[in-house]
């Protein structure tokens, strides 16, 4: 073998690990062009051996459905994690970097919950362990991140990085439907699964939240310390009167360096329809980052689909073929070589200051905003903007209320106390508001 060859195994081969496989054999020509680099894909396990008739003409005796041959196997030199889930994916990854083997992963849900592990086992192997797949898809943020923006201290990310609440956010938005229809449609486009609840309780957004804000901050941020909300609870009704203020509701990712830490959160929130991040509609993801260097940067793409996901695969494939080639490893592993610095606070959701938007079912009767604004002050919260929506039976209507900025810990005392006051007919919902100021302030 010449020393530019560089053979490749793929662990499972879905519908991004057929896209790589594509890419890989129409492309090689063009990658050694480019990178100097001749890959190979000599392996490919799965789980079951595939019916005839598949339109990828593979190398004679390449798939498999034992993954040791891919972790285990003495040619094999880069090998690429597809399987998705945490702990089969742990073990085969940590199988291959024991062997010396170079890995290249999509998986989000496994660094986030075991990444420390893996890239301090690929420090001391000295082998490479790229990710760029594992958050908005073809976006290359990972590298902008681990590299062009390394003299940055980052402000800020603000990010829409889950391509299935996004979807059904724009479609509520945009069609005035129902959260049900729009899940429906969906899943329909299969854009979310048939168990959506990773993607609509912002669980997904969260593990990537956790990789992004470990290697801007360079120290490791567990996914189990991140707030998270998903979008279960926002109706028509809450999309229609956010629109009527000036307002989009959209998933957000949120990451901030402030005086008491590093806020971490996913949430729904209310942003300006005037901003960019707002535009970013159907599956789309975008990322807006500020550093104190840059400024403000946006990052917008595919963050989802066979083919997006594979060009950020085989990117890193490239990278991993580059090293192995050259003997150079660039671990580029960011906060993930140490655990949670003592330096570096993770602040608490009760310590964020924002924006609120509020709606109750109230009585209509008088005195009624009186005594909620009273229960507001007495928490050290102030009304910005009111107004009062139609009755929702004879004797209640839907008051929508914006306030000042006030600090989360206030809002759960205003909550609690709204709760007991007996104009109050239902429960009712608060959603944070973004501004995308980015002022510190």
Not at 25 to 32: D, E, M, P
Request: hydrophobic share 40%; glycine share 8%.
């Amino acid at each position: 073998m010449e020393k530019s060859e560089v053979n490749v195994g793929l662990l499972g081969w879905g519908t991004v690990g057929k896209s790589v496989s594509k890419i890989l054999l129409s492309q090689r020509k063009n990658i050694l062009k480019k990178s100097g680099i001749n890959l190979n894909l000599t392996k490919i396990a799965k789980r079951t051996m595939p019916v005839e008739g598949q339109d990828i003409d593979l190398p004679n005796n390449c798939l498999t459905t034992d993954p040791s041959e891919v972790v285990n196997g003495s040619g094999i030199d880069v090998v690429v994690e597809l399987i998705g889930g945490v702990d089969t994916a742990f073990d085969l990854v940590t199988q291959a970097i024991e062997n010396g083997k170079h890995v290249v992963t999509a998986n989000k849900a496994l660094l986030a919950e075991r990444g420390a592990e893996l890239f301090q086992l690929a420090n001391q192997k000295g082998v490479f362990l790229g990710f760029e797949a594992s958050t908005a898809g073809g976006i290359p943020i990972i590298k902008a991140l681990r590299e062009s923006f390394s003299g940055n201290q980052i402000q800020s990310m603000h990010g829409i990085i889950n391509g299935t609440c996004n979807y059904i956010l724009t479609q509520m938005h945009e069609q005035m439907t129902s959260f049900n229809v729009a899940l429906a449609s969906a899943q329909e486009k299969g854009y979310a699964e048939a168990d959506p609840t990773l993607d609509i309780e912002g669980i997904d957004a969260a593990h990537k939240l956790s990789i992004l804000s470990s290697l801007a901050y360079s120290t490791y941020l567990p996914f189990d310390k991140i707030y998270v909300e998903g979008i279960t609870k926002i109706t028509d009704k809450e999309i229609q009167y956010a629109k009527e203020f000036g307002y989009v509701i959209k998933l957000l990712a949120i990451a901030k360096m402030t005086d008491s830490g590093i806020e971490a959160r996913v949430h729904p929130s209310l942003i300006p329809e005037r901003s960019i991040l707002a535009n970013v509609s159907d599956a789309f993801n975008g990322v807006y980052l500020v550093g104190d260097a840059v400024g403000p940067t946006l990052f917008y793409g595919q963050g989802a689909g066979g083919m997006p996901t594979a060009s950020a695969v085989v990117a890193d494939i490239i990278e991993a073929g580059q090293t192995a080639v050259g003997g150079l490893v660039n671990l580029k592993t960011g906060g993930w070589t140490k655990e949670v610095s003592s330096e570096v606070e993770i602040s608490s959701i009760a310590e964020v200051k924002t924006r609120y938007y509020m709606r109750l079912v109230v009585r209509d009767q008088p005195s009624v905003l009186a005594e909620i604004g009273q229960a507001l002050g007495d928490c050290q919260i102030s009304i910005a903007a009111v107004t009062q929506k139609d009755s929702q039976a004879c004797d209640t209507v839907s008051l929508v209320i914006i306030t000042h900025k006030a600090l989360e810990k206030n809002m759960d005392l205003a909550r609690e106390k709204l709760s007991k006051l007996e104009v109050v007919e239902d429960d009712f919902t608060v959603i944070r508001i973004e501004e995308l100021d980015f002022d510190n302030t």
